[in-house]
Every structure is written in structure tokens, then in C-alpha cells.
């Protein structure tokens, strides 16, 4: 913070830790909000832009680790990689800040849009725009769902996972925690840690 | 008031059910939204998701209209319906934000486990097939004849080879869905 002659960092380690040491709560919590409050129709590259390109607070290695947490733990990926980049940049006041800020124009415009909803939901002209939002978004949930699918999937076997699900949440009627457990377990299981993998981590 | 205490117990529920994305709690969110607590209709589920789709940051932020319109509801308060918004969030958010921190600070070591790929691996599937089983469900709603089943091929086909802002395409599914519909 206080001397502004920092020679130019020579490379992306030096930025990166000159730029996190700069940091304030406050600075993380203003660059979610930003992200919060600009980031139409996704948040990544939003997040990748912010928080790499503008200051500096993780390189793109870090990022795609950050990332790829908070993929693979519950929770959305925009409110999940606020909680792990302002915990490494502040503590946990850090990730408050950052959860508070990225949610705080999204839910403020939620509210707004309910509340409009509740008063002007019935009339003709919102039902018909209203039906064609939500026929696109359908649209844009398939496409989410082929292009995590291309992504994520580590062989084609997994489609028969992917399918198990589907079939005990839609149609079984099993319910989202129990299929997480039965079908979740089973697919753990089948990717079993092999040997390679074993041998590296003696204990 | 006592829709609270449900709110915060629906809501940190849903939230460890949201593998993969937030869509993964929409089956069980409608089921519990409009079946058991009967706070809204489907459709009126499916609206506020999809323009929730137009607005930035997380993209389940429509939670907290279902706690407003829950709360406002049995009140007839619209200060207690912007409390049941504020409650909703936290109740979604609190769980896994906690667990977020506390893996974020472990992910040295677990990085090391040799599990911890398996699990990636093994969930990911199970992931893809609860976004899927989301949007199936909701697709159900909204998707109601050959105008909306076009709107959502549209959107599909252009998603899967065009780069385009999501956001634009809804918006441009109000404008179609407004032409349609539109008596002549």
C-alpha cells in the first residue's frame, strides 16, 4: 500500500504476489460486486477477467485450479470461487466480502423482478415474452448440459451415469440426495484410483 | 414469520443438492416449492428461473424472489418479503460456502489423495445427468408446443455453434416468444 515506486514485477509469480499484498477487503469485495453486477449470461469469463487480466490476484494456472474446486464441490461456481479467492487473498473476511458483493446485484435485481412479476405476471404481453424466455432457457440448459458433457465426462462409459441418473431422479423418483449417494458412489467406485496413481503416494 | 424457519430449512437443504451447478436442485426445488409448500405454481417457478437467466452474477439469484413471494405471501408484508429473500440466500449459500472454505484450505493435501481424482471423475457424470434431469424437468414446463419446442431449438442449435452471449438469446426468446403469441 504505502510506496507506489514498486518496480515493474519481471514475472507473473512477482506480479501476482505484489498485487494480492495490495489487496483490502474492501478491493475484493468491489471487484465481485463488479463481476456480480456485469456478468450477463455467465460468470467465468467474467471472473477469468477480473480477477487474472485486471488485478492480478491469481495467475491462469491458479484460476483453472480455483475453478476446477469449485466445480467440483456443491454449490454455483460464481459464489464458490468468491469464497475460495477471497479466503487465499483475506482469511474468511475476505471470502464474505467476496460471496456479499457477487451476490448483492443479482439478488437486489431478483427481488425487483418478482415483485414485478407478482403485480404484472398475468398480463398478455409478459406471458408471451415470458413463455419465450423460458423456452430459450430450456434450450440453453440442453446446450450447458452437452457442452459440461463434452467437457467433463473422462470416457464414454460415463454416459451410462449419466443416464442412471436422469432415469432415478425423472422417473424413479428417487430423489436428488438418495441418487447422489447410490449412483454417485457406484461411479466413484468405477474410477477407482489405479495403480500409477497409487504408487506415487506412499505412506 | 413462520415461513422462516421452513425457508431455512428448504433452502440449506437444496444448497448441498446443487453437484454440478444449481440446477441440479431444481427437481427437488419444485417439488418443495410448489408441491409440499405451495409458495408458488410450476410455472411460475420456470418464469423466474428463466428471467433469472437475464440477470448477472450466480445464476440461481431467483431463490430470492421464491422467499419474498413465500414470506409476503402469509404476511402481506413487503418488509418481512424482502427478510425471506435475505434468508434464503444465506440459507442457500451458508453450506456450501462453508465447505468451499474449509476444502479450499485443505486442497494441498487432498490434492495428494488418490481418491480425490476419483471423485472428480466419478461425480462428474452424476453431475452432468442431475443438470440434465433439472433441465428436463423444467423443460417440461416450459416447453409446451411446436412455438416453445422452436425457441428452444434455436436457442440449443445456436449455443452449439455460434459463441453468443446467453443472455442475448433469451432476450431474444422474449422478442419471439411476444411475436408468436401475439393474437393477430
Keep these: ?203 | 414469520m413462520n415461513q422462516l424457519p421452513i425457508l431455512i430449512r428448504v433452502f440449506a437443504y437444496l444448497s448441498i443438492l446443487t453437484v454440478g451447478g444449481g440446477m441440479a436442485a431444481f427437481p427437488e426445488m419444485e417439488h418443495l416449492s410448489v408441491t409440499v409448500h405451495q409458495w408458488m405454481t410450476s410455472q411460475q417457478l420456470v418464469h423466474m428461473y428463466s428471467v433469472g437467466q437475464l440477470a448477472p452474477g450466480p445464476n440461481m439469484m431467483m431463490i430470492v424472489s421464491i422467499g419474498d413471494w413465500a414470506v409476503w405471501k402469509a404476511s402481506g408484508s413487503m418488509v418481512l418479503g424482502i427478510l425471506g429473500g435475505l434468508v434464503v440466500v444465506l440459507a442457500f449459500f451458508g453450506p456450501t460456502g462453508l465447505l468451499a472454505l474449509i476444502v479450499g484450505r485443505g486442497w494441498k493435501k487432498l490434492e495428494k489423495w488418490p481418491w480425490r481424482l476419483s471423485i472428480q471423475q466419478g461425480l462428474a457424470p452424476v453431475s452432468v445427468g442431475l443438470l440434465l434431469a433439472g433441465t428436463l424437468s423444467m423443460a417440461k414446463t416450459a416447453v409446451t408446443g411446436w412455438t416453445t419446442g422452436g425457441i428452444a431449438l434455436a436457442v440449443l442449435l445456436t449455443m452449439m455453434w455460434r459463441k453468443v452471449n446467453p443472455a442475448l438469446l433469451v432476450l431474444g426468446g422474449a422478442v419471439a416468444g411476444f411475436i408468436a403469441f401475439m393474437p393477430k
Design chain 1, 1 to 203: 500500500m504505502s510506496d507506489i515506486t514498486v518496480p515493474t514485477p519481471s514475472n507473473d509469480a512477482e506480479l501476482v504476489a505484489a498485487a494480492r499484498a495490495k489487496a483490502t477487503v474492501f478491493d475484493i469485495f468491489l471487484q465481485f460486486l463488479i463481476i456480480g453486477g456485469t456478468s450477463f449470461g455467465g460468470v467465468v469469463p467474467y471472473l477469468r477477467e477480473g480477477l487474472v487480466t485486471k488485478n492480478h490476484w491469481v495467475d491462469d494456472k491458479e484460476f483453472v485450479e480455483l475453478l476446477s474446486i469449485s466445480q467440483s464441490l456443491p454449490g454455483l461456481n460464481a459464489t464458490n470461487m468468491a469464497i475460495l479467492l477471497g479466503d487465499r487473498l483475506k482469511g474468511w473476511l475476505g471470502a464474505v466480502a467476496g460471496i456479499v458483493g457477487v451476490c448483492l446485484p443479482g439478488g437486489v435485481l431478483m427481488l425487483a423482478v418478482g415483485m414485478f412479476y407478482r403485480i404484472h405476471g398475468d398480463h398478455p404481453y409478459v406471458t408471451y415474452m415470458l413463455k419465450g424466455v423460458a423456452a430459450a432457457a430450456a434450450g440453453l440448459l440442453l446446450a450447458t448440459c452437452i457442452q459440461l458433457g463434452k467437457k467433463s465426462l473422462s470416457q464414454r462409459f460415463d454416459l451410462v451415469f449419466v443416464l442412471i441418473t436422469v432415469l432415478a431422479v425423472n422417473r424413479l423418483h428417487l430423489g436428488v440426495p438418495r441418487t447422489l449417494l447410490f449412483v454417485g458412489l457406484a461411479a466413484v467406485l468405477f474410477h477407482y484410483p489405479r495403480k500409477s496413481e497409487k504408487e506415487s503416494v506412499s505412506q
